[in-house]
């Protein structure tokens, strides 16, 4: 008997979710572990959740006027 609709979507549902989790843990720890200030952190969230293609992080802060965030990390 084939699952229900509803079933394969709530089961997809909580997939994502724990994914959400499991981003925001390595999150946290990659921040944790470089030791950011908050306004770099917000940067970076902004950085590594959205496309922003084929730029290394201090070359997207560079682009924002922002350079002088990556500069001594």
Same mark, same amino acid.
């Given at each position: 008997?084939?699952?229900?609709?509803? !079933? @394969?979507?709530?089961?997809?549902?909580?997939?994502?979710? /724990? #994914?959400? =989790?499991?981003? !925001? @843990?390595?999150?946290?720890?990659?921040?944790?572990?470089? /030791? #950011?200030? =908050?306004?770099?952190?917000?940067?970076?969230?902004?950085?590594?959740?959205?496309?922003?293609?084929?730029?290394?992080?201090?070359?997207?802060?560079?682009?924002?006027?922002?350079?002088?965030?990556?500069?001594?990390?």
């Amino acid at each position: 008997m084939s699952r229900h609709p509803d !079933d @394969r979507i709530a089961a997809t549902k909580d997939f994502i979710n /724990e #994914l959400s =989790k499991v981003q !925001d @843990r390595y999150f946290k720890k990659l921040c944790l572990k470089l /030791e #950011l200030p =908050k306004e770099t952190e917000d940067y970076l969230f902004d950085y590594v959740f959205n496309d922003r293609g084929d730029v290394t992080f201090g070359e997207y802060l560079d682009t924002l006027g922002r350079g002088d965030l990556w500069e001594g990390l």
